[in-house]
């Protein structure tokens, strides 16, 4: 199937795809070539799940294949991201991070579908083929992941600023790929490890760390025990990371952190 006109242009481009309209109501999240076929299914599977328990999300209408390459219709939403809300000052950082946060833990709160799959096992995973930190790094993050808590939690996985469309009718979650069940602790210092080093050149440095502070207040106040929750994940996080492609200064940052808190050498 062709959905797209030959002279359609994108709406957004991300690591992964590009976004286009399809007729009116509907958009197509369309894969750049190569990307795995089972990885679209996944986040089609993940996304329609995620809708049907509940949560603001777009609502996703099926798998197309378009100009040779894979992508998922999804209802069309209105809005810039939450992200690009910051950048623009839209709002007080601290304002927004409450709404980020809000709607974390409303994720949170909805007991994970049977199509989200464990994250620790996820996680586990890819810090055994994080290659950019040491063997002895891997095994100590592994060593303390393994002592951290399971859950049974709905966790987005990757919840970031970018992951929030502001629509008019209220923030809405996109991106489900790495959804999953967990401890929901994994998933907020997951997002606060992205916050803290993720590269976000558009943001200024000021707003940047008062969203930060202000979304871990928020994490501080929600668990008992405060930050301690939060923060037993970030080390194992942190070399789960580097097998993803962070860039050089965002590396060097959690391999400091990471063998800070594990005791071991970076490399």
């Known amino acids: 199937m062709n959905a797209l006109a030959p002279s359609t242009q994108s709406l957004a481009r991300g690591r992964h795809a590009e976004l286009y309209a399809l007729e ?8 750049h070539a190569g990307y795995p076929r089972g990885a679209v299914e996944a986040e089609f599977g993940r996304a329609a799940a995620a809708h049907a328990a509940g949560i603001p999300t777009p609502r996703p209408a099926g798998i197309i294949e378009s100009r040779g390459r894979t992508g998922i219709a999804f209802e069309r939403c209105e809005g810039p991201t939450l992200l ?7 709002a007080a950082p601290e304002r927004l991070a409450q709404i980020f946060f809000g709607l974390q833990r409303a994720i949170h709160a909805v007991a994970a579908p049977s199509r989200f799959p464990d994250l620790k096992e996820s996680v586990a995973a890819k810090i055994a083929r994080a290659a950019r930190a040491s063997a002895a790094l891997r095994a100590r993050a592994l060593e303390a992941l393994a002592a951290l808590p399971a859950g049974r939690a709905a966790c987005h996985g990757d919840f970031h600023p970018a992951n929030v ?12 790929l790495d959804a999953g069940r967990a401890d929901a602790a994994l998933d907020a210092a997951r997002s606060l490890l992205l916050l803290r080093f993720a590269r976000a050149d558009a943001i200024a440095d000021a707003p940047r760390a008062a969203f930060v502070a202000a979304y871990a207040a928020c994490a501080r106040e929600a668990w008992p025990g405060g930050s301690q929750a939060i923060e037993r994940w970030q080390a194992p996080l942190a070399v789960a990371r580097l097998a993803e492609p962070a860039e050089g200064a965002e590396c060097e940052k959690l391999l400091q952190l990471a063998s800070t808190m594990l005791g071991a050498s970076p490399s």
């Open 24 to 31: 009116p109501g509907r958009v197509l999240k369309l894969f």
């Open 84 to 90: 690009q809300a910051l950048a623009a000052g839209a």
């Open 165 to 176: 469309i502001m629509s008019a009718a209220g923030p809405l979650v996109v991106d489900w």
